[in-house]
């Protein structure tokens, strides 16, 4: 299930749909505002999502970390709205038999999404500038 | 033809607006991309955008037709 969410994300909730008994591991992934960027600190993100295309697009990139490895359940939630540090922004969680298919699936899935999901960040600055950010964290100039 | 065009980020903010019906005579959407861009006085180049038609990702040479939903998406920032 991919999901976004524009109330906070209880990474506890979520790892616990993945219990399941045939699991003997669950690798999950925590993507947390960070207070700053690019050498300038920074007070709050928004991120914006075209919803139903990145709801299909997240949906796709899930289908396909099932294919390529062996995993058995798979989660991931990303935030939309405002964030304050220290907030959790995206979280992949992926159980599976053996823990080489989850970090593997784990670090697909979140590398897929930065890559490929419409949702965009934007940083506001401790200095009162705020802007729109590239995937490479670099400002759209 | 009628369009309906979304905005998203960067565009959004530099547009004013998250979506407006356009009236255009072309069926391309590069051409429309660049009515939109004249219009609102956008900087950014349709070669740094994706595009999608109606709630999928498209190929810019995908002719448009009457009453589709169209959306230029800035490069993604997720994550």
């Known amino acids: ?141 | 033809m009628n369009y309906r065009v979304l905005y998203f980020a960067s565009l959004r903010d530099a547009s004013g607006r998250d979506a407006e019906n356009v009236t255009s005579d072309t069926h391309d959407a590069r051409q429309l991309y660049r009515e939109c861009k004249q219009r609102h006085g956008l900087t950014m180049d349709a070669d740094r955008l994706r595009m999608a038609l109606n709630g999928e990702f498209a190929d810019w040479d995908r002719p448009l037709q009457n009453g589709d939903e169209i959306a230029f998406l800035p490069p993604v920032s997720g994550g």
């Open chain 1, 1 to 141: 299930m991919f999901a976004l969410s524009d109330s906070r994300i209880d990474a506890d909730v979520l790892a616990c749909d993945l219990a399941n008994d045939g699991a003997g591991a669950c690798i999950t992934f925590e993507g947390r505002v960070r207070n700053n960027n690019a050498g300038r600190a920074v007070r709050q993100l928004d991120y914006q999502a075209y919803g139903a295309l990145a709801a299909k697009e997240g949906e796709r990139i899930l289908d396909e970390a099932k294919q390529k490895f062996a995993i058995l359940d798979v989660h991931c939630v990303h935030r939309v709205g405002s964030l304050a540090i220290g907030d959790l922004a995206v979280w992949v969680g992926v159980s599976s038999a053996h823990r080489d298919a989850a970090f593997a699936a784990c670090r697909f899935i979140i590398d897929e999404v930065k890559l490929r999901v419409p949702i965009w960040k934007n940083e506001h600055y401790a200095d009162g500038e705020s802007g729109w950010l590239h995937p490479d964290n670099t400002p759209v100039g």
